[in-house]
């Protein structure tokens, strides 16, 4: 009864929709950017260099609301409270899109069906660092170490759940390592305790890392990319180094509500690519680290959905569960 009650609101609020895009060009008010993190980190300053982008296009302002915790959920209850008219939308990334339906038992939404999928925006590459007077110059080095010394080695993480800690999860699995996990309460208290030597590495994106690995402060030892980063050229691939499938990245892309017209997310979308190839904005980006990956609205949901499927195999290895 309540999943027919919940398609017959569904219908009626496309029909809403649909009756007032007819009635007037969208978007006729501003919108609203929610980022499902704290500002001033990596992903709030990719949302900032964006909107500021496409705004001016739209004509409209496209206002950044940060909702950060529960490992993106805050962020993702307030997008599914909001109206699916194009007037709420959300900066998406691992979590929501890829991890949170494989580790949480009792999660309140569905990636494949909760969410109207706009486009992708690009990826953050995540390199494996330890701290610059680590004596392991490479990672064959690390692995020799790791292993002629069981149960001793760590690592540090953003957080359970973050793709810093999947990433070197999925890492282990392949090199048949035994680390073990530091959770702590995002990247930047992470990296303070590698430079103290409290952790002696950690899978690291690339957007947090790029100053402390300007000034010499880590050393990384491999990109988990299919090829090299075009920001790091002379950082080797972990398949360069024998390990083909260790691919990770931090993923970003624009969602919104279930539901929302064909013809606001062809305009969104249309407006995002747009975005994403400004020579301003890809000067910005090279930057933060990102790399563009404009697409259609068919192309990110199937990319995000393959993406899931694969993380859900490394998340039921490596047990970890949220709830």
Not at 27 to 51: E, F, H, N
Request: hydrophobic content about 45%; aromatic content about 6%; proline content about 8%.
């Amino acid at each position: 009864m309540f999943d027919r009650l919940k398609r017959i609101g569904a219908a009626l609020a496309f029909a809403a929709c649909g009756a007032a895009l007819a009635q007037g060009a969208y978007p006729s008010q501003p919108i609203k950017w929610i980022v499902p993190y704290a500002a001033g980190g990596g992903t709030d300053a990719v949302a900032r260099q964006l909107t500021n982008a496409m705004q001016a296009s739209l004509g409209q302002p496209l206002v950044v609301d940060n909702r950060p915790g529960a490992s993106t959920n805050i962020g993702v209850a307030a997008l599914m409270q909001a109206k699916p008219d194009g007037y709420t939308v959300m900066q998406a990334e691992n979590a929501a899109l890829l991890f949170n339906e494989h580790m949480f038992a009792k999660l309140p939404y569905k990636p494949a069906t909760d969410f109207s999928y706009i486009g992708a925006i690009g990826r953050i590459p995540i390199l494996l660092v330890v701290r610059q007077d680590h004596p392991a110059r490479t990672l064959a080095e690390l692995i020799a170490s790791v292993k002629a010394n069981p149960g001793k080695a760590s690592y540090g993480s953003a957080g359970v759940g973050s793709p810093h800690h999947m990433a070197m999860e999925l890492f282990k699995q392949k090199a048949g390592l035994d680390i073990a996990h530091v959770a702590y309460k995002g990247a930047a208290p992470a990296i303070q305790d590698l430079l103290g030597g409290q952790v002696p590495m950690m899978m690291l994106d690339l957007t947090a890392g790029r100053p402390y690995l300007d000034s010499g402060k880590v050393r990384a030892l491999a990109v988990a990319l299919p090829q090299r980063s075009k920001a790091l050229p002379n950082l080797p691939t972990f398949a360069e180094l024998g390990y083909p499938d260790v691919n990770a990245f931090a993923y970003q892309g624009l969602i919104g509500p279930a539901n929302m017209p064909p013809a606001v997310v062809d305009r969104l979308n249309a407006e995002l690519r747009k975005a994403l190839q400004s020579p301003e904005l890809l000067k910005a980006f090279d930057t933060l680290g990102l790399e563009p990956a404009p697409g259609t609205p068919e192309e990110f949901r199937s990319t995000a959905r393959a993406l899931s499927a694969h993380w859900g195999k490394v998340i039921r290895t490596s047990g970890v569960q949220l709830d």
